[in-house]
């Protein structure tokens, strides 16, 4: 498995997941449950911030444990699968940007929450920056949470971006 090819693509969406606050909103529009709304922020607030501290653990923490957990990517083989993947994948994303770098700007999200279970969507601008050079790339996200002994989890986390020569539109 080529982890740099893969992960370079992978980095990108990981601060994007404050998309998903997207689906807080939603989710409070949808769901009288405001509580399942205010979890789900407080995740991503958690994921975001240890995520800009290359803080492995904290990270990893946010997602469900099993085998069925899993982080896919946009071609063939970007599949990492139970927590060991997943934090292998990110120990190689964090040597990709700058600590404390990461920012995105999610021009649509869309989301939801249904008993225990929660998804959301989106299309963001991120920008980061490796040795100081800054970087800026679009992508698609797209997430399911699971509530689990009270806590919401990452249960799947997917993310496209466009790579060769085409244009992005909005």
Not at 46 to 61: P, R, S
Not at 147 to 152: D, E, L, P, T
Request: hydrophobic content about 40%; some cysteine; overall charge positive.
């Amino acid at each position: 498995m080529n982890y740099t090819a893969l992960l370079y693509r992978a980095l990108r969406t990981f601060l994007a997941l404050s998309f998903i606050a997207g689906l807080v909103t939603v989710a409070s529009a949808q769901s009288p449950k405001s509580e399942a709304a205010a979890d789900i922020a407080a995740l991503l607030k958690k994921h975001d911030a240890a995520m800009n501290q290359h803080d492995l653990n904290g990270v990893i923490q946010l997602y469900a444990k099993g085998p069925s957990t899993v982080l896919l990517g946009t071609g063939p083989g970007e599949k990492f699968q139970g927590l060991e993947e997943i934090g292998t994948a990110y120990s190689e994303i964090f040597k990709d940007f700058d600590k404390g770098s990461l920012s995105a700007n999610c021009y649509w999200k869309d989301g939801g929450v249904v008993g225990t279970a929660a998804w959301g969507a989106a299309m963001c601008k991120v920008s980061d920056s490796l040795g100081n050079k800054k970087r800026e790339y679009e992508l698609n996200v797209s997430a399911v949470l699971e509530k689990q002994s009270g806590r919401w989890l990452f249960r799947l986390l997917h993310f496209s971006n466009l790579t060769g020569g085409g244009s992005s539109t909005q």
